[in-house]
């Protein structure tokens, strides 16, 4: 049976060193505990694949060390890989490589900072990665960035040359796969909870207000979280 690979690209949470653009806002610890938040929202939503369509979840990990924290965020069945190299160029292409020779037939690359990301997304992407030849998904974020890129090969193209933490992020990556003639398919755009513009967004879409981010996963430990924390809400 094919199984897809599912990373999930994070760091350990740990106050001052965790969401640091969000901890300006709503304090260095409530800052680590949502991205602690985030990682279980995205393993939530990784489970949310039917099993009888092949996959399986990765913790893509930093710091080395941090192996007992990310056990305990993460579903038992899980199994963790550590980032190679700091550069998220290198951590892509590395984890890419890795879980593609470990047998699986295609690989997702999520970020751990989308809590409501939609498990029928992830559905998509691995469906069409299974379509025939070789293809990319890749799913844009709101920043410009992305949230998904799945993979049949480790194309090393997609991750060099590209300004990474720019708003030309995706585009770039589309350019690197049109020059090598990869097929691409765009997911629909959502979004990654960086700042307080965008924890505002997570807010709204949790409590149904959203106009922009409509069906996403129910995120229930960030759900919690929030609903525990009135000091950070509007």
């Known amino acids: 049976m094919s199984v897809a690979a599912i990373g999930i690209i994070c760091k350990a949470p740990q106050p001052g060193l965790s969401k640091t653009r969000l901890a300006t806002a709503i304090g260095a ?40 924290n990310m056990r305990q965020l993460l579903p038992a069945g899980f199994e963790l890989l550590l980032q ?41 992407a691995i469906e069409t990665l299974r379509e025939p030849g070789d293809r990319m998904v890749l799913g844009p974020a709101s920043d410009g960035g992305y949230y998904l890129i799945g993979l049949k090969h480790p194309h090393r193209q997609l991750f060099t040359q590209i300004a990474w933490g720019t708003d030309t992020v995706a585009r770039s990556t589309c350019e690197r796969a049109a020059e090598i003639g990869l097929a691409t ?50």
Do not use: M
């Not at 409530?30 to 393993?43: G, K, M, N, P, W």
């Not at 700091?86 to 020779?101: I, Q, Y």
């Not at 965008?198 to 922009?212: K, V």
């Open 29 to 68: 610890e409530a800052a680590s505990e949502l991205s602690a938040c985030f990682l279980r929202d995205v393993a939530v939503a990784i489970e949310g694949v039917p099993e009888a369509l092949g996959r399986r979840g990765y913790g893509v990990y930093a710091p080395a060390g941090a192996e007992h």
């Open 84 to 124: 190679a190299g700091d550069d998220l160029g290198h951590v892509l292409l590395g984890a890419a490589r890795t879980l593609l020779s470990s047998g699986h037939d295609c690989i997702l690359l999520v970020n751990g900072d989308s809590p409501t990301l939609p498990p029928r997304f992830l559905v998509q």
């Open 185 to 234: 398919t765009l997911l629909p755009e959502w979004y990654d909870v960086d700042d307080l513009k965008t924890l505002r967004w997570l807010q709204d879409e949790l409590a149904g207000h959203s106009t922009r981010f409509r069906a996403g996963g129910f995120a229930p430990a960030s759900r919690a979280f929030l609903r525990a924390a009135p000091e950070i809400n509007p």
